[in-house]
């Protein structure tokens, strides 16, 4: 089975500064995965996804994710983080089937 | 630009009720996912449709049933609720060209609390 592990339930960070919320990943194949983030009361938004190609992939609202085969790893990075980005982030993984398995979430704080 | 559409947003009902969730995909996605996330927890895929036939099967009870109708709308239908059905319900579609890797995308969700 695939799966995806998000060891963090939180992150906190102060405005401006880099951020990186962490990702790992087991998978039989290639792993196929994504990012997305939870604003309260709202539905999750696609911010990128790996399939293949380059490790380090762009996504929306200025976020990036690096891809390491090796560390079997997919983390979120920002370069410099805004108040406005503290929601919920989750990891995915997308399996055999159409759908998705997400990991348990990161709470992203970033304090003013 | 047209998204996933849910109705309704809340939903209260009471325990041995049932209920009816709606969702209309994307223009042209030709692919619909429900998923089930409970207080604090990560979305739990419950059953998908792709071109109106059931696709893939995930942890969705028995007492839930689901269609994608021929507008490609699809609707969760949910029997015998009990306490624990309480959850927020995600419908998300994917398609319109982007293939089998592309990207779901989610609607707002049904809050649906059983009391």
């Known amino acids: 089975a695939q799966s995806v592990a998000q060891p963090e339930d939180q992150v906190n960070v102060a405005e401006g500064n880099p951020l990186t919320v962490k990702c790992t990943y087991s998978?039989?194949?290639?792993?196929?995965l994504f990012w997305y983030v939870q604003y309260p009361n709202r539905g999750l938004q696609f911010l990128l996804k790996?399939?293949?190609?380059?490790?380090l992939v762009k996504g929306s609202y200025g976020f990036e994710a690096e891809f390491n085969k090796s560390q079997t790893s997919f983390h979120l990075k920002k370069p410099s983080a805004l108040v406005s980005d503290s929601a919920l982030y989750f990891c995915a993984v997308r399996d055999g089937r159409r759908a998705l398995t997400f990991g348990s979430g990161t709470r992203l704080q970033v304090q003013p | 630009a047209a998204g996933v559409i849910q109705s309704p947003r809340h939903l209260i009902k009471e325990k041995r009720e049932t209920a009816t969730l709606k969702c209309y995909p994307i223009p042209r996605h030709d692919t619909v996912y429900w998923y089930q996330q409970g207080p604090g927890q990560d979305p739990q895929f419950l059953i998908s449709?792709?071109?109106?036939?059931?696709?893939d099967k995930g942890s969705i009870p028995d007492r839930f049933s689901a269609q994608q109708f021929s507008d490609y709308h699809s609707e969760l239908n949910m029997s015998s609720l009990e306490l624990g059905d309480s959850a927020l319900y995600f419908c998300?579609?994917?398609?319109?060209?982007?293939?089998?890797?592309?990207?779901?995308?989610f609607g707002p969700g049904t809050r649906l609390t059983v009391t």
């Open positions: 790996y399939i293949t190609g380059d490790n």
């Open positions: 449709f792709y071109e109106k036939m059931q696709s």
């Open positions: 998300a579609s994917s398609g319109g060209g982007t293939g089998w890797d592309g990207e779901q995308y």
């Open positions: 998978v039989s194949g290639n792993p196929y």
